[in-house]
């Protein structure tokens, strides 16, 4: 029994806020920082090609529990985040798709995720919402998947439509975490 603080320190624990007392094969202890999470997301609109997959840009962040997240502003790898341990992390991104036009319609619409530029989810809209003068499809898609420590996470949309127009990229989100530690 302990009755006030107790304080595990030195060999190979290394104590930090937030990190959680883990256990390796053979019972050593150890700390590992979990205080990994952010959302990003953006209101404006951004414009991808006809029928080609475009890196999506997030310049507002909601929060960035562990300074992982690389806006657009970033010198290094813009607009990703970027594993700062090895382990399973889940991953969300959502994006209304939309074009502008009283004849058109979005046909089929992506949204990607990305490790090191090789999609690993996708979520599909195969369908739209026509109202008179647009047509919208809204995409999402959640995954969990192993990373390694360095990794770069990024999400690409694209769609396709019955008039190759561009399409408008807008209310787009991107969130993630880290669920445990290798």
Do not use: C, M
């Not at 979990?34 to 997030?58: H, K, M, R, V, W």
């Not at 809204?138 to 019955?162: K, P």
């Amino acid at each position: 029994d302990v009755e006030g603080n107790l304080k595990i320190s030195g060999g190979n624990t290394n104590p930090s806020n937030g990190a959680v007392l883990t256990s390796d094969a053979t019972g050593n202890a150890v700390w590992k920082n979990n205080n990994i999470g952010f959302t990003t997301g953006q209101e404006l609109g951004q414009s991808i090609p006809y029928n080609s997959f475009a890196n999506l840009t997030f310049d507002t962040e909601t929060f960035d529990a562990g300074n992982d997240y690389n806006t657009s502003s970033s010198a290094t790898d813009p607009n990703s985040f970027v594993a700062p341990v090895s382990g399973l992390y889940h991953f969300s991104a959502f994006a209304q798709l939309q074009i502008t036009s009283g004849v058109y319609n979005i046909t089929s619409g992506n949204i990607l995720l990305s490790r090191n530029n090789v999609g690993f989810a996708a979520g599909v809209a195969n369908q739209s919402i026509d109202a008179p003068g647009y047509s919208t499809a809204y995409v999402q898609v959640d995954a969990d998947v192993r990373l390694s420590a360095g990794t770069r996470v990024t999400v690409q949309a694209w769609a396709n439509n019955s008039g190759s127009l561009a399409t408008s990229v807008s209310s787009k989100r991107f969130s993630g975490h880290l669920v445990f530690a290798d």
